[in-house]
């Protein structure tokens, strides 16, 4: 059995359940092994290149599990690393390189990147039709009409929780707090598009409190962690905790403080063991669907 944060001993007002993301990714995954399957049958294997500059710690950590991922699927997966002393200039002629790879269906690179290095430019020279982590601009731009070729990993992970608890966001009031290009401004588009009345917010919003308690789905990415207490909670919300944190005791935390939210949301997304292994498999499912797009193409010519 999974071990999760800590559950208060006090009597919940509220029969609260845990999101195992875990569990649900696993699922995910069996399904990605026979698309994965029938590709092979035509000769093609996903590939997906994960590209590092430096030795970051946590990227290492974050890296390792990507590829242990790759293989698990049945992908084929390149770890390119880049010393700490690589240029910007050095990084964008591998990927122009890996652009042009037939064996690679999808770049990741992973972030953050050392300082001097312009992530715009480097998401920008990623092909898109190669771009797995969805943040190009004509992928983001997709997004927003309504045309997604790829859509950001996090944001689609918590859409694809949401659909396994049987959650329809029309209808309800969805409240995001973060607003990355990364988690937040997708996460919005795509709550949007299912009908939510969404309301997106910042660890700055005055009286941040107050628009989180009109939340039906409250999804928050700030990167502050603890920073929704219970009475900033709506009762009986759905609360998904996209943060993970690493405290001074070298712990992980979410955003949301989980033992004080537990008896007030009705779902609660775990810090670790929640978004993090959704957002793997939909890399290995934006990575899938790039092969596919490749392999759909060849076979009208």
Request: hydrophobic content about 40%; some cysteine; overall charge positive.
């Amino acid at each position: 059995m999974r071990a999760f944060p800590c559950r208060p001993q006090r009597s919940p007002s509220v029969d609260t359940r845990t999101i195992d993301g875990q569990a649900i990714a696993q699922e995910f995954r069996e399904r990605l092994m026979r698309r994965v399957g029938a590709l092979a049958v035509n000769g093609v294997r996903p590939g997906l290149a994960v590209v590092q500059v430096g030795s970051h710690p946590a990227s290492k950590i974050y890296v390792r599990n990507k590829i242990r991922a790759c293989s698990e699927v049945g992908l084929h997966s390149e770890h390119i690393e880049l010393p700490d002393s690589a240029d910007e200039p050095a990084l964008l002629d591998r990927i122009r390189n890996l652009n042009i790879d037939k064996r690679i269906h999808g770049i990741l690179v992973q972030l953050p990147l050392p300082a001097g290095f312009s992530v715009d430019r480097v998401q920008e020279t990623i092909a898109p039709e190669k771009d797995v982590d969805g943040f190009h601009p004509i992928n983001i731009g997709l997004l927003a009409i309504g045309r997604p070729r790829f859509v950001p990993c996090t944001p689609l992970g918590v859409m694809k929780l949401l659909e396994h608890e049987e959650i329809n966001p029309e209808g309800l009031h969805a409240v995001v707090v973060g607003r990355s290009n990364i988690v937040g401004k997708p996460m919005a588009l795509l709550l949007l598009q299912k009908g939510a009345t969404v309301t997106i917010c910042n660890s700055k919003t005055p009286n941040l409190g107050e628009m989180t308690r009109q939340a039906d789905i409250l999804v928050v990415a700030a990167g502050k962690p603890g920073l929704v207490t219970a009475g900033m909670v709506k009762s009986g919300a759905v609360v998904i905790d996209v943060g993970i944190n690493r405290l001074p005791d070298g712990k992980l935390a979410g955003d949301v403080d989980f033992q004080s939210v537990w008896g007030i949301a009705s779902r609660i997304t775990p810090v670790p063991g929640g978004v993090g292994p959704m957002t793997i498999a939909m890399l290995i499912q934006n990575t899938i669907h790039a092969a596919e797009r490749v392999a759909e193409h060849a076979s009208r010519r």
